[in-house]
């Protein structure tokens, strides 16, 4: 998608750590947003996806002739077509463990379409194809099918369930060992419960015939994955046969980093019918067949000496990836759980991490991928520690944590971090949420028969890193710019923060600063947004385009100035003799290089490629702070106080990284409070399938959530960033939920899963209090 902003916003006030409003905001509050289902697509065919309503079984008659009499159906294609036609599988990613070996995944095969056995309720087994959604969905009501049932999971530990892979990490020997003499040992069992990403836009997808060649138009974090996984991988064309565009996302949170078969569905039954084809997901559609996120079962133990220090941790993990193997689906289980290290000195672990495969949606990144689930089982194990000891949540961490003179520091799982202040964050945080005046609070609540908690939760993650990403700039010959991009946007502000790392730098008017993404015939190459990479991997790719264009200009204006290239300094698009007045604009020089009217006849083509390779991720890392009131007598828990202190490194527009926080808090108080996926234990139907079942945060369930920085520059990328996108999402969780213990605990309540509903609260009260729930 192009980004062409016309306000009139000059340089000025624009460049690196400003926070001008987002110059995507105006067209989209005006309702000039171009999604695709805005596309003019009047000749284009509508298709329906054929679902599956069985959990698992095989397919004995699929009857699709009714269907294909109505009139105005022009195809219905299924598993048998696929076969016929020789249609490939979705291939998963298979991301390294954390030693660096191959990660071993007995997986089932993800075929277009199941050709005999579905996997789970919302599978899709066909797609129909008619002129428009009327006659499409009267004939999806005709097709006939009927299953041989066999059994089914919805958990790990149903019989029915399939070892995906196991994983250890650590020394159990030495675990063993600190255990036997610890002081103090603290256990518990966690589930983090299976999540929607629910974002606001619906996937779809719309293939065209465009000559020789089709094009794709669809909402994905990966442009270029997802073409080269649809050509090379499902339909065997070189991925130059295929283009692949994103138009305007309404969310992602990683449930669009996925290759989905619909997409594969509508390109293939484009490419059959010679015809655009465009499908657009219902929302329970999109409960039924979004990949999931978390759906995980820890059971942890924490080992303690006399005066509270850390001494070792042991931690069995069971990971649900759904029906198959998605594409970072084995990541949450996996290199997730460096998070485990925390901010602390913890000197040895001994962690077993299983995956299995269950007749569910398949499970993969969402806001976090792993980091999440790991930060909420060690801060809860740590917040129950805090209890035990009769310490508070800060009193036990700060005996813990990393000094800032041992960093870099390795952890006992792998990561190395190479900046952070963890006792600063600590003491920000503890400042910030006014943590000495708590009891003055509680005491206030208990007067209004309310109890009072509070729950502090610290974190590091490790973001940014993976694959290199690649951008490139192209002067213009009017003072303008054009920016190509292989990360992609789905709602987060990426072309205002790119074009701030430009503008100053290259003295350019914002207004006249173009960004594309998501168009692969537009973008060269570029691997996508997940992991909070965009700026610290994509934003230092085209910060290395930006450098590369100055050299290679520095030569073209020595000779415009008449000096040896020695001589010019560069600062704000400006090469300058150094010690003079006379100098040359970046603009004026890419104005005579495309005029031709260069000195002595030379040539000069005034754009650059950068990339940039992480050798090591990002860390950032903070601490959140939550209160909450909870009514006894109901259960009804109320959100009171939310504080966060997070060290981003560096940060290109601060307003901008405040909403990241603000939407990751949301999502993150949304798992804590309401949100969970459920299916019938003795169906294995989708029982939360609209917002009518599956509870979503809104706007009033939030108090003023104070921010504020402890910032450390990152080392490991040339602009010192650090991923912002995920920390709301990561510590929210365990901050709401130690503090609803903190309320619960005078009242003999030991624990509570997520999500803290009313019903759930009570039940766990009346449990405490010895009477029938």
Same mark, same amino acid.
């Given at each position: ?10 340089a ?11 110059l995507?905001d ?9 999604y695709?289902?805005d ?6 065919? =509508?298709?329906?996806?054929i679902?599956?309503?069985? %959990? ?9 002739? %009714?269907?294909m ?10 598993g048998?077509?696929?076969?016929a036609?020789?249609?490939? +599988?979705?291939p998963?990613?298979?991301v ?38 009327? #006659? ?13 049932p ?15 892979y196991?994983?250890?990490?650590g020394?159990t ?14 256990? /518990? ?7 929607a990403?629910?974002?606001?836009e #619906?996937?779809?997808?719309l293939a065209?015939?465009l000559? $020789?060649?089709h094009?794709?138009?669809?909402? #994905? !974090? ?39 078969r619909? !997409?594969?569905?509508v ?19 999109? *409960?039924?067949?979004d990949?999931?996120g978390?759906? +995980?079962?820890w ?5 303690l000496?006399?005066?509270?220090? *850390? ?5 069995k993990?069971k ?5 198959? !193997? &998605? ?15 925390g901010?602390?000195?913890? &000197? ?32 809860c ?12 949540? *800060? ?13 870099p520091?390795?952890?006992v799982?792998?990561a =190395?971090?190479?900046s952070?202040d ?6 920000a945080?503890?400042q ?6 708590f009891?003055?609070r509680?005491?206030?609540?208990? $007067?209004?028969? +309310? ?29 303008? %710019?054009d920016?190509m ?17 430009? &503008? ?8 006249r600063?173009?960004?594309?993404q ?10 996508? #947004?997940?992991?909070?990479?965009s ?20 030569p ?8 040896a ?26 104005s ?11 040539a000069?083509d ?7 390779? @992480?050798?090591?991720?990002?860390y ?22 939310y504080? %966060?202190?997070?060290d981003?490194?560096n940060?290109?527009?601060? +307003? ?11 999502q993150?108080a ?12 003795? &169906? ?6 609209? *917002? ?7 706007? =009033?369930?939030?108090?003023d959530?104070?921010?504020?920085r402890? @910032?450390?520059?990152?080392?490991n990328?040339?602009?010192g ?19 609803? /213990? ?6 003999g ?6 999500p ?9 009260i ?8």
């Amino acid at each position: 998608m192009a980004y062409d902003n016309t306000t009139d916003r000059q340089a000025a006030g624009f460049g690196f750590g400003a926070s001008p409003r987002r110059l995507e905001d105006e067209r989209f509050v005006r309702g000039a947003g171009t999604y695709l289902d805005d596309l003019d697509t009047e000749d284009a065919l =509508t298709a329906v996806i054929i679902r599956s309503d069985c %959990a698992h079984g095989h397919i004995t008659r699929l009857d699709t002739s %009714a269907a294909m009499a109505l009139e105005g159906v022009v195809a219905v294609l299924t598993g048998a077509d696929a076969v016929a036609d020789g249609l490939g +599988m979705i291939p998963p990613n298979n991301v390294p463990t954390l030693k660096g070996e191959p990660l071993q995944v007995d997986r089932p095969e993800m075929r277009i379409l199941p050709d005999r056995t579905v996997r789970y309720v919302g599978e899709a087994i066909g797609i129909i194809v008619a002129r428009d959604m009327t #006659t499409a969905a009267a004939a999806l009501d005709l097709v006939e099918v009927e299953y041989d049932p066999l059994p089914f999971a919805l958990s790990p530990d149903d019989n029915a369930a399939e070892p995906g892979y196991a994983l250890h990490h650590g020394d159990t020997t030495e675990t063993d060992a600190a255990f036997e003499q610890a002081a103090h040992r603290v256990s /518990m069992r966690l589930i983090n419960q299976r999540v929607a990403a629910a974002p606001m836009e #619906t996937r779809g997808a719309l293939a065209q015939p465009l000559g $020789s060649r089709h094009v794709i138009t669809t909402g #994905t !974090q990966a442009p270029h994955l997802t073409r080269d996984v649809l050509a090379r991988d499902m339909f065997a064309i070189p991925p130059d046969d295929l283009r692949l565009v994103t138009p305007d996302t309404g969310g992602g949170f990683g449930t669009k980093a996925p290759i989905y078969r619909e !997409q594969a569905l509508v390109l293939w039954a484009a490419r059959r019918l010679d015809a655009p084809v465009k499908w657009i997901a219902s929302r329970n559609e999109g *409960f039924q067949s979004d990949a999931a996120g978390r759906d +995980m079962v820890w059971n942890l133990e924490l080992a303690l000496d006399e005066d509270g220090r *850390f001494l070792g941790l042991r931690a069995k993990v069971k990971a649900n990836m759904g029906a198959y !193997q &998605s594409l970072f689906g084995a990541v949450p289980g996996n290199v997730g759980l460096a998070a485990l290290g925390g901010i602390y000195q913890i &000197s040895t672990v001994d962690i077993h991490s299983a995956g299995y495969f269950t007749h569910t949606t398949p499970v993969d990144a969402y806001r976090g991928a792993g980091r999440p689930e790991a930060i909420y089982a060690l801060e809860c194990l740590i917040g129950k520690a805090a209890r035990h000891m009769g310490l508070s949540g *800060f009193e036990l961490r700060r005996r813990n944590l990393i000094p800032a003179d041992a960093i870099p520091f390795r952890t006992v799982m792998g990561a =190395t971090y190479d900046s952070g202040d963890f006792a600063a964050v600590l003491s920000a945080a503890e400042q910030i949420s006014d943590f000495a005046d708590f009891p003055a609070r509680r005491g206030e609540s208990e $007067s209004r028969g +309310m109890l009072r908690g509070f729950g502090a939760a610290a974190y590091v993650e490790r973001a940014a890193g993976g694959a290199e990403d690649a951008a490139r700039i192209e002067l213009d010959d009017d003072g303008g %710019a054009d920016l190509m991009l292989g990360t992609m946007t789905a709602g987060q502000g990426h072309a205002t923060a790119h074009i701030q790392l430009v &503008s100053e730098r290259l003295a350019l008017d914002p207004a006249r600063i173009r960004v594309h993404q998501g168009d692969t015939d537009r973008v060269s190459r570029g691997v996508g #947004t997940f992991g909070s990479r965009s700026l610290a991997v994509g934003g230092s790719a085209l910060h290395r385009a930006v450098g590369t264009l100055v050299e290679k200009l520095t030569p073209t204006a020595a000779a415009v100035l008449e000096c040896a290239a020695a001589d010019l300094a560069f600062d704000k698009g400006a090469f300058s003799i150094i010690g003079t007045d006379r100098c040359v604009l970046v603009t004026e020089l890419a104005s005579l290089a495309h005029a031709d009217r260069l000195p002595g006849g030379i040539a000069c083509d005034p754009s650059a490629d950068g990339a940039f390779q @992480p050798v090591e991720p990002t860390y950032p890392n903070g601490m959140h702070v939550a209160e909450v009131e909870i009514d006894p007598e109901t259960g009804m828990v109320r959100l009171v106080g939310y504080a %966060a202190v997070d060290d981003f490194g560096n940060e290109i527009n601060p +307003m901008m990284v405040d909403g990241q926080v603000h939407g990751g808090v949301g999502q993150g108080a949304g798992q804590a409070l309401m949100e969970q996926v459920v299916y019938d234990p003795q &169906s294995g139907q989708l029982t939360t399938g609209s *917002f009518l079942d599956y509870a979503m945060p809104r706007a =009033t369930d939030f108090p003023d959530i104070k921010l504020t920085r402890a @910032p450390t520059p990152c080392l490991n990328n040339p602009l010192g960033l650090k991923g912002c996108g995920e920390a709301g999402a990561i510590c929210a969780p365990p901050s709401i939920m130690i503090a609803i /213990m903190d309320a619960l605990m005078p009242l003999g309540v030991t624990h509570v899963d997520m999500p803290a509903t009313p019903h759930a609260v009570w039940r766990a009260i009346q449990a405490a209090r010895g009477e029938a729930a």
